[in-house]
Nanobody, 117 residues
């Protein structure tokens, strides 16, 4: 499975961004997909996941929405009401429905999200 993430950038606090992750190499609809992030000096953390239902880390609930378009082999992360603490490199991944990054099988290259105060 190859994953290509895009959509990062610089945004002011309170703003929005939408990340995209295009997948290839395997039947996309069968994949459990997720977004992780890693801030400078911190460990990579689970942000959101989706297969038939979605799940979120508590810190983004109500602000972020993960979705997928199986016809386009793409998963999205809509991020609203962004905060400076959301600044990180965001990675899309395919793997099991778990929050531990090491257990996921495939990773995209990461896209940087910077939220200014």
């Amino acid at each position: 499975v190859q994953l290509q993430a895009s959509g990062g950038g610089l945004v002011q606090a309170g703003g929005s961004l939408r990340l995209s992750c295009a997948a290839s190499g395997r039947t996309f609809s069968s994949l459990n997909m997720g977004w992780f992030r890693q801030a400078l000096g911190k460990e990579r953390e689970f942000v959101a996941g989706i297969r038939w239902s979605s799940s979120y880390v508590d810190s983004v609930k109500g602000r972020f929405t993960i979705s997928r378009d199986n016809a386009k082999n793409t998963v999205y992360l809509q991020m609203n009401s962004l905060k400076p603490e959301d600044t990180a490199v965001y990675y899309c991944a395919a793997g099991p429905s778990e929050v531990i990054p090491a257990r996921w099988d495939y990773w995209g290259q990461g896209t940087l999200v910077t939220v200014s105060s």
